[in-house]
């Protein structure tokens, strides 16, 4: 299975986001599957796909070319894939993967998120969402999700297809049983 991850590029975060980050790199690796991701090599992305490397998995980068005046690509442990733009970067990712793992991340990673989710609603793409709650870091998200579908915002039944998960593992476990699922 391919895992996308979503995940923050910020290095100063607390350090349980990145510990729980690298942890689901780990796991993804540990099971057989393979992770793509944003290409960045710090924050809870770069911690993600260290996690993958470190287990012996080749991680899928998928990174536009202009990011590199900022910050090359982690390594070259990675098979690299570069677009012109992030929205090709996103529609990439998206077609690639078979499921969604959303770690701790700002406004780039919400982006991320919320275009999957309206596919989603679309009925465009019909892959597992999980959110990665480390120490409840996106309480506040989920809170304001549920009081959007309260208010008629958003369709309840995208509410319960995205997953809040706890721990790397149960967030690796609901992707998985999803996919099984669809399977049927």
Known sequence: MKICIYGGAAPDVDKALLDASYE???RIAERGHTLVFGGGRAGSMGACANGVIDRGGVPVSVYPEFMMRFEPHLSD???VITTKTMAERKQLMIGMSDAFIVLPGGVG???EFFETVVLKELGLCEKPIVLLNTEGFYNPLV???RQYAAQGFIHEYV???TD??????DALRFAEKAMKDAQG
């Open 109 to 111: 990673t919400l982006d």
């Open 143 to 145: 809170g304001l999700m």
């Open 164 to 169: 809040v998960a706890e721990t790397p593992e």
């Open 24 to 26: 689901v790199g780990r």
């Open 159 to 161: 509410l319960a297809q």
């Open 77 to 79: 442990d990675t098979t």
